[in-house]
């Protein structure tokens, strides 16, 4: 939902440091990799009960994450850097969940599952219907330039990453958190699943 004011406030400063980082000789599959080890760090910090600073590896990962795409304009997009980039989201999206379990399993092992429930489903609807754009040759900029089609929904990348923000600075609310954005991310599901019965219908 966010997403696409957050693309217009953060490209023109992520492209200017992506084409340094690229004259620099930086690669995009590198930042990459970088923002997924990060993000697992940020996921030991918090399993670990340090959530401030597993606060600040998300912010960092995410950096990393934005900037390996502004690489890849600066330099040349490929399918396999498009690839590795959803990957390695996927990657990070889960290992926060499951890293609050791990904090405080007696309260927060439920919630996380039902997180990571919704995310699975979210994330089916979100890749099945980005399949079958490419096979109707569909494209749109609506979340920047994608190397797959972005659908809009209610629960996006900007906000799954405010509620992981939120519940490191507030982790005895992981389990409200976790169950009204789960139950976000299947508003969002739901809309998916109508919008491509819509689409793909003929």
Known sequence: MLD???RRLVDGPLDRAGARLA????GADALTAAGLVVGLGA???IAAGATLLGLVLVLA???ADGLDGAVARATRKTDLGGFLDIVCDFVFYGAVPLAFAALDPARNALPAAFLLVTFYVNGASFLGYAILAAKHGMETRARGSKSLYFTTGLAEGTETIAVFLAACLWPAAFPALAVGFGLLCLLT???RVRLAMTTFRS
């Open 23 to 26: 004259a620099a000789g930086v």
């Open 43 to 45: 996921a030991a910090a």
């Open 189 to 191: 599901t739901a809309a």
């Open 61 to 63: 990962s995410r950096l």
């Open 4 to 6: 696409g004011i957050m």
